[in-house]
């Protein structure tokens, strides 16, 4: 039998405990969805390809589920602000 007592700092073993209990609770988090979610758009891409599907409109489709899932749009007038 090990009687070994590995030392931590005190409320050390709580965070790690409290830690665990949130990653099984929460669930994935956010960016792990996003990175789902863009994959699953580059798939989709992929066999819209397959599928003989012309490849700017393929490509146009999963470039805008990637910005809906990044939050992200391009808005004409603020990239002619910043030039």
Known sequence: MNTE??????GEL????????HDRRVGPSQSEMQITGIKAAITS???????RKHGGVAQDHAFA???RI???TWDDHKAQLKG
């Not at 007592?5 to 005190?10: E, G, L, M, N």
């Not at 709580?14 to 209990?21: A, G, L, P, S, T």
Request: proline letters at 4%; zero cysteines.
């Open 70 to 72: 990044v939050g992200m």
């Open 45 to 51: 891409y992929y066999l819209d390809l397959d599928a």
């Open 5 to 10: 007592r590995k030392f931590t700092a005190p």
């Open 65 to 67: 589920k990637i910005q």
């Open 14 to 21: 709580d965070v790690e405990r409290r830690i665990q209990f």
